[in-house]
């Protein structure tokens, strides 16, 4: 049985240092300024340099990983010895999993005694992340390759995210909300509660009124989802704003919840589009 490799991309929202104590690798994601042609990897530009930038006005646009870079990057793995588990950023969010998919089966069909897989993970931000981390902890007890992807398949319409953004700007200029809405909202200090739903679709499910109330409606969520909440994994990340992101963690142990596991930046690729503010909760529970 040849040794494997976790594979993820930038979307994930891990830190660099988390990626390496688990031995998984990461393909960047891109993102450019309007007027700007320069294109940034995921890594190029801080999370505290992109949203002071994101606050002045500038507005990002971002590129998926085209199938040449993931078949580049992958075949250098299959011939250093190892097969390969991709997990992606969800098909309904972005290109970037279904280059992977298609880099990984051209590699199958070349290396035909070698394990190619990729696994949708039909998640965004840190909650591909947790995805990752729970796949890469299955391996260090020595899940094969198999069952690992078994494994997330099993988990990954129980993996839980929701979100809530400060400002709904963003998601106007993605058509996530309509000019309108996102102007009433604005005027009302209305603040949007979204998740992920099982195709993989960021959905809107309901509003509050002012940021506590929005915060609130997270942990709540926690609360009433959560599977075995005294030993939850749990992942927060943050659009620039780590204070809130502790208060957050303060109302889960409130309602008994274990500590954050991890509170990171929610990245550029997934900023570009939710701005500033933006705060998000990952955890395992009942359902999506």
Not at 193 to 199: F, Y
Not at 212 to 226: P, T, V
Request: charged share 25%; net charge negative; glycine share 10%.
């Amino acid at each position: 049985m040849n040794p494997y490799v976790i594979y993820t991309d930038s979307a994930c929202d891990l830190p660099e240092s988390m990626l390496a104590e688990l031995g998984v690798k990461a393909q960047s994601l891109s993102f450019r300024f309007d007027g700007s042609e320069h294109e940034y990897l995921n890594g190029e530009m801080s999370a505290p340099e992109f949203y002071a930038q994101m606050k002045d006005g500038k507005v990002a646009k971002t590129a998926a990983v085209n199938e040449s870079t993931f078949k580049a990057a992958f075949e250098a793995e299959i011939l250093a010895g190892n097969d390969l588990l991709y997990l992606g950023f969800s098909s309904g969010l972005s290109m970037t999993y279904n280059a992977g998919r298609l880099a990984c089966e051209e590699l199958a069909q070349a290396y035909p005694d070698r394990k190619v897989i990729a696994v949708d993970s039909l998640c965004a931000s840190a909650g591909q992340g947790l995805l990752v981390y729970l796949a890469a902890m299955r391996q260090k007890e020595g899940a094969t390759i198999e069952e690992v992807a078994s494994y997330i398949e099993s988990i990954k319409l129980n993996l839980c995210h929701w979100f809530t953004v400060d400002d709904l700007v963003y998601l106007k200029r993605g058509g996530r909300v309509s000019p309108a809405v996102a102007l009433v909202g604005g005027m009302l200090n209305i603040k949007p509660v979204m998740h992920v739903d099982n195709e993989g679709h960021l959905i809107k499910v309901g509003t509050v009124r002012g940021r506590k109330n929005s915060l609130k409606a997270l942990a709540d969520k926690y609360e009433a989802m959560a599977l075995d909440r005294e030993n939850s994994v749990i992942f927060i990340s943050h659009g620039d704003c780590y204070d809130e992101a502790k208060e957050l963690g303060e109302m889960l142990k409130a309602k008994g919840a274990p500590d954050v596991r991890l509170i990171t930046y929610v990245g550029p690729v997934i900023g570009a589009h939710s701005g500033p503010g933006t705060m998000a909760l990952f955890f395992l529970g009942k359902e999506r």
